[in-house]
């Protein structure tokens, strides 16, 4: 059984700061990328930012400059840290890890954490 919970999510002024967490937990062998991925109502979902086990970075362009992804490979965790918010940055933040589970390779979701950028 593996689990992937998000927390950190909430509302914040336009301009502030958010501190996502994730943790996979379970019977885990080895976890390679992490990502955090975002849904706007209405919207298709998509990437924020990606780390692989190395520490790689992806980002999306509409975040370059403002979110930083790192993770804590002992505790299994992935942050984002969210800078400079802004009202487009609303979305259910979603978490992803790509892990191996008894030996067989998956991509697992945690359930997202909502992220509200409102004065």
């Known amino acids: 059984q593996v689990q992937v919970v998000e927390s950190g999510g909430g509302l914040v002024q336009p301009g502030g700061s958010l501190r996502l967490s994730c943790a996979a937990s379970?019977?885990?062998?080895?976890?390679?990328?992490m990502g955090w991925y975002r849904q706007a109502p209405g919207k298709q979902r998509e990437l924020v930012a990606a780390i692989t086990s190395g520490g790689s970075t992806n980002y999306a362009d509409s975040v370059k400059g403002r979110f930083t992804i790192s993770r804590d490979n002992a505790k299994n965790t992935v942050y984002l840290q969210m800078n400079s918010l802004k009202p487009e940055d609303t979305a259910v933040y979603y978490c992803n890890a790509d892990l191996n589970h008894y030996s067989v390779r998956g991509v697992y979701w945690g359930q997202g954490t909502q992220v509200t950028v409102s004065s």
């Open positions: 379970g019977s885990i062998f080895s976890i390679y990328t």
